[in-house]
């Protein structure tokens, strides 16, 4: 990643940038005349200079009724009808308003706005029933707030832009030894709050302001909304027409970014962090000193101080600080209290999430704590888990049933492998629905699940696992480096192993057959592609055919599908019996268990699952119908 060109291309796109730059621009107006200023006072208006006061071609002074107007002010033309509610429209102008250094656009409403100061008004926007809304000098809508990331007294600071994204934050935070990095990225920044640092803020085109006391030194994108909000101060909105941004209903934001379709609802609180594109902050939830990754909402839940990637699940009260989740794609369950930064000293320790952890109701996680090489691992609930580092990828840590001779009571029990051995249907629905609710248009999100970097992860926890000096009945960290502050049963250890191993090879096979297809698309003869290296643009089937070449011998293509397409009815199997517990266990609970609820049988993914072997099936047949070519 080329941060440097990344923030460049930033400057030099930036919808921001350039609407300020607008505003610096003049404007063609014309000083009123004798009869227009008389009509103008005739209809309640007042100025304190009418010679400062200038209008563009086409102005109505009919619409202009009960206002004042101070300092410099340009007004456009008042022609259409404008809606301010569904079904509800008012002539465009201004009505019993007072404004001040203001420029206003064609077939705007400005109604009951008691302040209106320093703010270019663009065509064909609301604002209706405000307080104050005004901007002070040099304001830089909330860019350039430096964020104290998973160090809450610092030490991964990163300075904010309009644009940011998650990755380009990620990188800077994790790149403190490089001064070089750091020093052109301040020196970027320095030259981006330039161009945006400005003595009047922006109501861009189609935006709607209503019904909200304050409005400081903000800038409104294209058709953003702030409807019914608390107070807003010192902030970016970037918005379109088909990505609405929104801050409503009693929310308070101050010094912070909002970016495309991002929304800030229902009581919700903001102050010092970035929303990127598609994210949400609802039902009082609060985000300090954070940036939230795309897709990725809190609702009632606090966030301080946190990199939270995308589609990070927050929906209850729970509470999550300094934390470092560039993956996302997790949970943070009711009650969960991730957020133990504070030793007695100083609020200076830090989290790794991991990509997509589920932290479960009402555990304890201790800082530090290291999950990144554990991903899709799920911290079961009421664990109390103390500082470790778990490097064993889709593990399950639970409180221990039972107290082990030797060792601490201290430490919970890690199934390692166990989201995929018991519990695949969380994981294979997740990576469908991430797919299917993705709505991000400018960030890279990856959601294959079985893909090079976590396989790596699996292949290396599978080494340790079968390497260990001593074949015992419990291993802990000594034994088994990155169990944590957990201990391991012997009869799990081989289930692990047996587990990691099936979906290597799953993994790989799949890739396979994508290569295979592939190259017979592409009239490319695929005989030796098992044992001629051939780099791709990722690696990926490289990456693949070393292990099958490792795991798979003395075995040729159509024997490698044939155990492909077993594979593939296997995890469809899983799927189904992984959803099949719920069935089973409350019908055991619930007398009318199965009326009210969907069997795994006939769950809508469950079936989806069996369409999609059946659909590899298909294709893995007409491959063999290729045969000869191979």
């Given at each position: 990643?080329?941060?440097?060109?990344?923030?460049?291309?930033?400057?030099?796109?930036?919808?921001?940038?350039?609407?300020?730059?607008?505003?610096?621009?003049?404007?063609?107006?014309?000083?009123?005349?004798?009869?227009?200023?008389?009509?103008?006072?005739?209809?309640?208006?007042?100025?304190?200079?009418?010679?400062?006061?200038?209008?563009?071609?086409?102005?109505?002074?009919?619409?202009?009724?009960?206002?004042?107007?101070?300092?410099?002010?340009?007004?456009?033309?008042?022609?259409?009808?404008?809606?301010?509610?569904?079904?509800?429209?008012?002539?465009?102008?201004?009505?019993?308003?007072?404004?001040?250094?203001?420029?206003?656009?064609?077939?705007?409403?400005?109604?009951?706005?008691?302040?209106?100061?320093?703010?270019?008004?663009?065509?064909?926007?609301?604002?209706?029933?405000?307080?104050?809304?005004?901007?002070?000098?040099?304001?830089?809508?909330?860019?350039?707030?430096?964020?104290p990331l998973a160090i809450e007294?610092?030490?991964?600071?990163?300075?904010?832009?309009?644009?940011?994204?998650?990755?380009?934050?990620?990188?800077?935070?994790?790149?403190?030894?490089?001064?070089?990095?750091?020093?052109?990225?301040?020196?970027?920044?320095?030259?981006?709050?330039?161009?945006?640092?400005?003595?009047?803020?922006?109501?861009?085109?189609?935006?709607?302001?209503?019904?909200?006391?304050?409005?400081?030194?903000?800038?409104?994108?294209?058709?953003?909304?702030?409807?019914?909000?608390?107070?807003?101060?010192?902030?970016?909105?970037?918005?379109?027409?088909?990505?609405?941004?929104?801050?409503?209903?009693?929310?308070?934001?101050?010094?912070?970014?909002?970016?495309?379709?991002?929304?800030?609802?229902?009581?919700?609180?903001?102050?010092?962090?970035?929303?990127?594109?598609?994210?949400?902050?609802?039902?009082?939830?609060?985000?300090?000193?954070?940036?939230?990754?795309?897709?990725?909402?809190?609702?009632?839940?606090?966030?301080?101080?946190?990199?939270?990637?995308?589609?990070?699940?927050?929906h209850h009260q729970a509470l999550?600080?300094?934390?470092?989740?560039?993956?996302?794609?997790?949970?943070?369950?009711?009650?969960?209290?991730?957020?133990?930064?504070?030793?007695?000293?100083?609020?200076?320790?830090?989290?790794?999430?991991?990509?997509?952890?589920?932290?479960?109701?009402?555990?304890?996680?201790?800082?530090?704590?290291?999950?990144?090489?554990?991903?899709?691992?799920?911290?079961?609930?009421?664990?109390?888990?103390?500082?470790?580092?778990?490097?064993?990828?889709?593990?399950?840590?639970?409180?221990?049933?039972?107290?082990?001779?030797?060792?601490?009571?201290?430490?919970?029990?890690?199934?390692?492998?166990?989201?995929?051995?018991?519990?695949?249907?969380?994981?294979?629905?997740?990576?469908?629905?991430?797919?299917?609710?993705?709505?991000?248009?400018?960030s890279k999100i990856i959601f294959?699940?079985?893909?090079?970097?976590?396989?790596?992860?699996?292949?290396?926890?599978?080494?340790?696992?079968?390497?260990?000096?001593?074949?015992?009945?419990?291993?802990?960290?000594?034994?088994?480096?990155?169990?944590?502050?957990?201990?391991?049963?012997?009869?799990?250890?081989?289930?692990?192993?047996?587990?990691?191993?099936?979906?290597?090879?799953?993994?790989?096979?799949?890739?396979?057959?994508?290569?295979?297809?592939?190259?017979?698309?592409?009239?490319?003869?695929?005989?030796?592609?098992?044992?001629?290296?051939?780099?791709?643009?990722?690696?990926?089937?490289?990456?693949?055919?070393?292990?099958?070449?490792?795991?798979?011998?003395?075995?040729?293509?159509?024997?490698?599908?044939?155990?492909?397409?077993?594979?593939?009815?296997?995890?469809?199997?899983?799927?189904?019996?992984?959803?099949?517990?719920?069935?089973?266990?409350?019908?055991?609970?619930?007398?009318?268990?199965?009326?009210?609820?969907?069997?795994?049988?006939?769950?809508?993914?469950?079936?989806?699952?069996?369409?999609?072997?059946?659909?590899?099936?298909?294709?893995?047949?007409?491959?063999?119908?290729?045969?000869?070519?191979?």
């Amino acid at each position: 990643m080329n941060i440097h060109q990344i923030l460049k291309e930033a400057i030099s796109t930036s919808e921001l940038i350039k609407g300020l730059e607008e505003v610096r621009e003049r404007v063609a107006a014309q000083s009123l005349s004798p009869a227009t200023i008389k009509k103008l006072e005739e209809n309640g208006n007042y100025a304190s200079d009418w010679s400062k006061v200038k209008v563009t071609s086409g102005f109505n002074p009919g619409r202009v009724k009960n206002s004042c107007f101070y300092g410099e002010v340009i007004l456009g033309k008042f022609e259409e009808e404008i809606e301010v509610e569904k079904e509800v429209s008012l002539s465009s102008g201004i009505y019993n308003s007072t404004l001040i250094n203001c420029r206003i656009g064609n077939n705007t409403l400005i109604k009951e706005v008691r302040c209106l100061a320093n703010y270019v008004v663009r065509d064909r926007a609301v604002l209706f029933n405000l307080g104050v809304i005004s901007t002070e000098k040099a304001a830089t809508f909330g860019n350039g707030i430096e964020l104290p990331l998973a160090i809450e007294t610092g030490g991964r600071e990163v300075k904010t832009y309009a644009e940011i994204t998650v990755e380009v934050a990620e990188k800077l935070a994790r790149s403190r030894g490089d001064k070089k990095l750091l020093s052109e990225y301040e020196r970027l920044i320095k030259e981006y709050l330039a161009k945006v640092t400005s003595d009047k803020g922006i109501i861009s085109e189609g935006a709607v302001v209503k019904n909200t006391p304050k409005v400081l030194s903000t800038y409104i994108g294209p058709y953003g909304v702030i409807e019914n909000a608390s107070t807003v101060i010192n902030v970016t909105m970037l918005s379109s027409k088909d990505e609405p941004t929104k801050i409503s209903d009693g929310a308070y934001v101050k010094d912070s970014i909002l970016q495309w379709s991002s929304q800030v609802t229902s009581l919700a609180i903001v102050t010092s962090s970035v929303l990127t594109e598609h994210s949400h902050v609802e039902r009082h939830g609060k985000v300090t000193d954070s940036i939230l990754g795309p897709n990725s909402g809190v609702g009632e839940g606090e966030i301080t101080a946190s990199l939270v990637g995308p589609f990070v699940g927050f929906h209850h009260q729970a509470l999550l600080i300094a934390a470092f989740w560039p993956e996302g794609k997790g949970n943070v369950s009711y009650g969960a209290n991730v957020g133990s930064n504070h030793t007695g000293k100083a609020p200076d320790q830090e989290i790794f999430c991991g990509e997509g952890v589920f932290f479960g109701l009402g555990c304890n996680i201790k800082f530090p704590s290291n999950f990144r090489n554990a991903p899709y691992s799920l911290i079961a609930s009421v664990v109390d888990a103390l500082p470790q580092k778990v490097e064993f990828p889709f593990s399950l840590i639970n409180t221990p049933a039972h107290a082990l001779e030797g060792v601490s009571p201290a430490l919970n029990e890690i199934i390692p492998a166990w989201v995929l051995s018991d519990n695949l249907y969380m994981i294979r629905r997740n990576e469908a629905k991430y797919k299917k609710r993705n709505k991000a248009k400018r960030s890279k999100i990856i959601f294959d699940i079985l893909r090079t970097e976590i396989i790596d992860l699996m292949i290396e926890a599978r080494r340790r696992l079968l390497h260990v000096k001593e074949v015992k009945q419990v291993y802990t960290q000594e034994d088994i480096p990155g169990l944590g502050k957990n201990y391991l049963l012997e009869i799990n250890r081989e289930k692990a192993i047996e587990t990691y191993t099936f979906f290597i090879r799953y993994y790989a096979l799949i890739e396979l057959k994508k290569v295979l297809e592939k190259n017979l698309l592409e009239g490319i003869s695929p005989k030796e592609i098992l044992s001629v290296s051939s780099f791709d643009s990722e690696g990926h089937w490289e990456h693949a055919r070393q292990i099958i070449s490792k795991d798979f011998p003395s075995k040729d293509i159509g024997e490698l599908l044939k155990t492909l397409l077993r594979m593939e009815e296997k995890v469809s199997k899983m799927v189904e019996e992984s959803k099949e517990k719920d069935d089973v266990r409350g019908e055991k609970i619930i007398d009318d268990y199965s009326e009210v609820h969907i069997s795994a049988s006939d769950d809508p993914f469950v079936k989806e699952t069996r369409r999609e072997v059946e659909r590899i099936r298909a294709e893995i047949h007409n491959l063999f119908g290729k045969e000869k070519k191979w």
